[in-house]
Nanobody
Framework: QVQLVESGGGLVQPGGSLRLSCAAS????????IGWFRQAPGKEREGVSC????????WYADSVKGRFTFSRANAKNTVYLQMNSLKPEDTAVYYC????????????????WGQGTQVTVSS
């Protein structure tokens, strides 16, 4: 059974940091495109950072470049999103997702999703 489980969300002050984790089971992340997405209240789900299944390249949304870092620990079948210099506009539910064929960071290309973890940036 394919499963993705996110953890690491919480409440943090502006300028603070959080590290999100996404643990996969039932499949090997090495062979999949994997991405982090977020959805704020009243807004569409958007791509934050994704690793392509085609060439392994990493993409970041302009809004998070230089602040967020996507990494993976293949031995643990886990990926991470290190989020630094957090801003109130980063507040959202964060999801990880995987797909064997996705080549972009469009949410609609991803078949497998975790349940999400809430990130709230507020003083």
């Amino acid at each position: 059974q394919v499963q993705l489980v996110e953890s690491g969300g919480g409440l943090v002050q502006p300028g603070g940091s959080l590290r999100l984790s996404c643990a996969a089971s039932g499949f090997t992340l090495d062979y999949y495109a994997i991405g982090w997405f977020r959805q704020a209240p009243g807004k569409e789900r958007e791509g934050v950072s994704c690793i392509s299944s085609i060439d392994g390249s990493t993409w970041y949304a302009d809004s998070v470049k230089g602040r967020f870092t996507f990494s993976r620990a293949n031995a643990k079948n886990t990926v991470y999103l290190q989020m630094n210099s957090l801003k109130p506009e980063d507040t959202a539910v964060y999801y990880c997702a995987a797909d064997p064929l996705a080549g972009t960071c469009w949410p609609y290309e991803y078949d497998y999703w975790g349940q999400g973890t809430q990130v709230t940036v507020s003083s």
